[in-house]
């Protein structure tokens, strides 16, 4: 059965690779056998990244890049494409977000956001797709989305209507790309730690530099979150070996949550004395209603 989560000899491409989700992502692939081709931005990332990945015995390429740069990434994937002769998997992770209202949010804010969280992925899947066909083994390609792709997201129109796109596109894809053995699915995280949501949005990865949740916030993470707590880098990773393993063979075009059951609960909330609340509002118990 191990053999069926296995990964050797494949080559993997992680954009935004050097923190977060990425990260995660890339350090599962390569734990699995995968050679892993780290895409970001910081230098930096990219090399620890790499390290982290070599320590797993296999073989990383680090590759600095700005992923709105449409030219830079179409470079990239030749270079991986030249070092390795394959791609088998791609992870399209690269995105960002930028909280404001929709109508105090610029034209120019629009099209940083949807060439950032939509357009990278399409220029990705196009190049990468082309060379899983010319390889003829097929080949897995996982978009990660959000759960803001399935509810309304007050201060974050633009970027949810990115990652919505990037649903519809994972569907599409699935179908169009089934003849060829492509497998593309999509997870959907929701609160995961990551260097962008505790501060350390540029430069080297410095987890001693972030914050610690006082226990207030702690318990409000309880009361929001089904499980309990925030999610882990390496549980996105996790989900993201299997959607690419021969376990996920016959998996394609489907929606995961990796969200502790947040999509699940759909604003049922943790009370304080336990049980569940609707946003926060009344408690509803098992009782009957009375009659009259």
């Known amino acids: 059965m191990t053999d069926r989560i296995r990964l050797q000899g494949q080559t993997a491409i992680v954009t935004g690779g050097g923190g977060g989700i990425g990260r995660g992502c890339a350090i599962r692939l390569a734990e699995a056998g995968a050679n892993v081709v780290i895409a970001d931005n910081v230098p930096e990332r990219c090399e620890e990244v790499a390290a982290r990945v070599r320590e797993a015995g296999v073989q990383a390429l680090p590759y600095p890049v700005d992923m709105m740069d449409g030219d830079a990434t179409h470079a990239m994937i030749a270079a991986a494409d030249k070092a390795f ?40 899947t196009h190049d990468v797709a082309k060379i899983m066909v010319r390889e003829g083994r097929g080949g897995s390609i996982v978009n990660v989305a959000s759960i803001e792709a399935t509810r309304a997201a007050p201060m974050f129109a633009v970027y949810a209507a990115c990652k919505a796109g990037m649903v519809s596109f994972t569907r599409t ?37 972030w914050k610690v949740n006082s226990p207030e916030e702690q318990a409000a993470w309880q009361q929001l979150i089904p499980l309990g707590y925030e999610g882990d880098e390496l549980q996105c990773g996790d989900a993201i070996v299997f959607l690419s393993s021969p376990m996920a063979e016959y998996i394609t075009g489907v929606l995961l949550p990796v969200d502790g059951g947040t999509w699940a609960s759909s604003g049922w909330m943790r009370g304080a004395e336990g049980g569940w609340t609707l946003n926060q509002g009344l408690r509803f118990s098992a009782a009957p209603p009375k009659e009259g």
């Open 173 to 209: 894809m699935a179908v169009e790309l089934a003849e060829h053995r492509i497998r593309v699915n999509v997870i959907a995280p929701d609160h995961t730690v990551s260097p962008g949501t505790k501060g350390n949005r540029g430069g080297p990865v410095d987890r001693s530099t």
């Open 85 to 124: 002769g394959r791609v088998d998997i791609l992870v399209n992770n690269v995105g960002g977000v930028s909280g404001k209202p929709f109508l105090e949010q610029s034209e120019r804010s629009w099209q940083r956001h949807i060439e950032l969280n939509l357009m990278t992925m399409l220029r990705c």
